[in-house]
T-cell receptor, first 109, second 113 residues
C-alpha cells in the first residue's frame, strides 16, 4: 500500500532551527511536496523535490533521498508565524498526491 | 476572481439532504481536485479531473459525484448527506495532472446532522 509517515507534533523555540521528517512508500514516485497550513486556512505550496539533494529557499530548505524514501523540511530562524501544520505529499506513478497527516509545529518564545 | 474560490464557506445540513459545493478557478488550470480533511488524517482525494469533460475517482469517492463541464468550474455534489461526511472540503487546481503544484481554495466547512 501507499503510505506517508511524519511526526504528529513538534515544538521549537523562536530563532532556532527545526527539521521535520517524512518517509514515504508509494507505487512509483514522481516527486515530493511540502505544504504549509495555518489553522483554519488552506494549504499553501512550500517546495518540490524530484531529484536527490537539498533545495534551499530562503529560511526553508527541503531534502530528498529517493533510495531511502525519505525527505525533510528544514526551517531556520524560526518565527512565531511559522506555527502551522506542515504537510508532506508524495506523487505516485499516476501523478496522484499521497498526503501525510501533517506535522503540527508549535513555536514558543 | 483571483485564484480559486469555493462556496459556501460553511454549511450545516440535515442528513438526507442534497448539497452541491461550488469551486471556480480563473487560472486556466487543466486539472482540478476535491479533497476532504478530517482531524488526524491527511487530505484524502475524493474526485479529480485532469481536463474539462473528464473525471476520475479518488481514494474516498462513495457518496460524492462531480462534473467538469468547462475548465473553470468543478462542483462536488453530495446526493444524500450522512453525518460521516462532516468535514472540511478543499478544492484545488494545478496546471496539469503532471505539473502538480496544487493551489487550494479556502475550503468549505460542512456539518451534517
Amino acid at each position: 500500500g501507499q503510505n506517508i509517515d511524519q511526526p504528529t507534533e513538534m515544538t521549537a523555540t523562536e530563532g532556532a532551527i527545526v527539521q521535520i521528517n517524512c518517509t514515504y512508500q508509494t507505487s512509483g514516485f514522481n516527486g515530493l511536496f511540502w505544504y504549509q497550513q495555518h489553522a483554519g486556512e488552506a494549504p499553501t505550496f512550500l517546495s518540490y523535490n524530484v531529484l536527490d539533494g537539498l533545495e534551499e529557499k530562503g529560511r526553508f530548505s527541503s531534502f530528498l533521498s529517493r533510495s531511502k524514501g525519505y525527505s525533510y523540511l528544514l526551517l531556520k530562524e524560526l518565527q512565531m508565524k511559522d506555527s502551522a501544520s506542515y504537510l508532506c505529499a508524495a506523487q505516485d506513478s499516476n501523478y496522484q498526491l499521497i498526503w501525510g497527516a501533517g506535522t503540527k509545529l508549535i513555536i514558543k518564545p | 476572481i483571483a485564484g480559486i474560490t469555493q462556496a459556501p464557506t460553511s454549511q450545516i445540513l440535515a442528513a438526507g439532504r442534497r448539497m452541491t459545493l461550488r469551486c471556480t478557478q480563473d487560472m486556466r488550470h487543466n486539472a482540478m481536485y476535491w479533497y476532504r480533511q478530517d482531524l488526524g488524517l491527511g487530505l484524502r482525494l475524493i474526485h479529480y479531473s485532469n481536463t474539462a469533460g473528464t473525471t476520475g475517482k479518488g481514494e474516498v469517492p462513495d457518496g460524492y459525484s462531480v462534473s467538469r463541464a468547462n475548465t473553470d468550474d468543478f462542483p462536488l455534489t453530495l446526493a444524500s448527506a450522512v453525518p460521516s461526511q462532516t468535514s472540511v472540503y478543499f478544492c484545488a487546481s494545478s496546471l496539469s495532472s503532471q505539473v502538480n503544484e496544487q493551489f487550494f481554495g479556502p475550503g468549505t466547512r460542512l456539518t451534517v446532522l
